[in-house]
């Protein structure tokens, strides 16, 4: 069978997303706003779910069409095929958002889809009354400029949360985002990688299934398994392909350093939980001392910043130290992700090149430096 599917995505890495979709057999994949449209079959839908690095989820897409008035959204959300999908004792509950739409209201337009669904169910299960104790369909709904999109999600927990960081420190970046950076960083499998404000170590991890081509979905589960919609055969076979897929001699070696101990002790956990340990060194260490033994390196980093952890003065003095430390090198080069637009007058220098990124909600650059 053949979907139309969605993969909401922060904004900023909407093109790595749809390259990737493209590299996993997606066809008729189209880059928007914070997601990328796509289409394939239970095996795309399977492996977007197990190998996508950069995407926040995988929706399953019912319907898009134009609503300016409740009754066009509930005729139009009526006439889409509920129980394809949705089982007789299925929960399925929903929520979304609007934006700059006649319908306002985001608990109206819940209120309203929801009852769509149940007068759709019940016609094609004859009850009058639904349950609602089995497995989770969490119906999305977005309202951009009138137009809505009605979709299935089928990860469940986003898939940012790869399972090999049950607890984070004080200010951790999100998984997706950290491989959006190792990505636009060029990170390859005979780089030896440095993060020397590496928190919790995502940036290093991140790093190191990247490099080896593991599968970030590998070790955790998604909704769509428990929903028995797919032949447990597609998701064996899917998670052999990703097995098979992993690159098994790289000279790939990660070096993270933090100036607090119990971050760095919590980096090498989460390695250990993510099996890429053996490739990761961490040590405690102010940034001060950062003075790298490799020839070459990639360096990509998170450092703290005035609205995350420290005040703006105490941030920019980091930044200062950063541009004395990372000097302008042959082989060698830097990305650092920071909200503060003054960051390049305290580095001392101008980026090479650099992108718009958001962690969280928060609006950042990443600045690149590899001239």
């Known amino acids: 069978m053949s979907y139309l599917m969605s993969a909401p995505c922060l904004l900023g890495v909407e093109g790595l997303v749809a390259d990737e979709l493209r590299l996993m057999g997606a066809e008729n994949v189209k880059a928007e706003n914070a997601r990328v449209f796509f289409s394939g079959n239970d095996e795309i839908l399977v492996r977007a779910n197990l190998c996508s690095r950069y995407s926040e989820r995988i929706q399953l897409v019912l319907g898009r069409f134009f609503a300016e008035s409740f009754e066009e959204l509930f005729q139009q959300v009526k006439a889409l095929p509920w129980s394809d999908f949705i089982g007789v004792n299925d929960t399925f ?137 797919i032949p447990e055969k597609i998701w064996k076979s899917e998670k052999e392909r990703c097995k098979d897929l992993v690159k098994t001699d790289t000279d790939f070696t990660a070096f993270g350093s933090d100036i607090d101990e119990k971050s760095a002790e919590l980096s090498l956990i989460n390695a250990r939980r993510a099996g890429v340990d053996k490739k990761i060194n961490v040590s ?73 990124l958001y962690n969280g909600m928060l609006k950042c650059q990443y600045y690149m430096y590899f001239k």
């Open 93 to 229: 509950p929903v929520k979304g958002f609007s934006l700059a739409s006649a319908l306002h209201s985001v608990p109206d337009c819940q209120k309203i889809i929801k009852k769509a669904v149940v007068e759709s169910l019940k016609e094609d299960y004859k009850i009058s009354w639904f349950e609602e104790t089995g497995p989770v369909h969490q119906i999305q709904f977005s309202i951009m400029k009138n137009e809505v999109v009605i979709a299935i999600d089928t990860s469940g927990a986003g898939l940012h949360k790869r399972g090999y960081r049950p607890v984070g420190n004080d200010a951790p970046i999100r998984e997706t985002l950290a491989a959006a950076m190792c990505r636009l960083s060029q990170l390859r499998h005979y780089h030896t990688l440095y993060d020397p404000c590496c928190g919790s170590g995502t940036i290093l991890i991140e790093g190191a299934l990247l490099a080896d081509n593991i599968a970030p979905g590998l070790n955790r589960g998604f909704d769509l398994d428990r929903w028995g919609m």
């Open 284 to 356: 405690v260490s102010d940034i001060k001392r950062f003075n790298p033994t490799t020839e070459r390196g990639t360096l990509v980093t998170n450092p703290p910043y005035g609205e995350r952890m420290l005040d703006i003065k105490e941030a920019e003095k980091i930044y200062r130290i950063m541009g004395e430390k990372f000097v302008q090198k042959r082989g060698w080069s830097y990305g650092i992700i920071s909200p503060d637009e003054e960051f390049e007058k305290c580095f001392g220098r101008k980026a090479d090149k650099r992108r718009k």
